[in-house]
């Protein structure tokens, strides 16, 4: 599943910019690169704090974190 995929699964709509549909993407890259370490995507904030990227995403998603951080009850009505 790909990062954008956890927050479809949560109900919830990310923020996107996708780099390759810019002129300034590699800028925004370059800019990636020095805040976070990492020039790959996608890399994903959660109120301006980084999460990581795609791996770790899905792993804060599949570990409940992914929805502790975004505030929302990861867990179903069935398990009330």
């Known amino acids: 599943m790909p990062a954008k995929g956890v927050f ?4 919830q ?5 996708e780099l390759d549909e810019r002129d ?3 800028k925004i890259q370059d800019a990636l690169s020095k805040i ?11 109120n301006g704090k ?5 791996d770790d ?6 570990n409940g974190e992914l929805a502790k ?3 929302i009850d990861s867990k179903g009505e069935d398990e009330l």
């Open 57 to 62: 995403t899905i792993e804060a998603y599949e």
């Open 69 to 71: 951080l975004l505030g």
């Open 13 to 17: 709509e990310p923020y996107v910019v």
């Open 36 to 46: 976070v370490g990492r020039r790959t995507v996608p890399q994903v904030f959660i």
């Open 24 to 26: 300034d993407g590699g």
């Open 50 to 54: 980084h999460l990581g990227g795609s």
């Open 8 to 11: 479809k699964e949560l109900k």
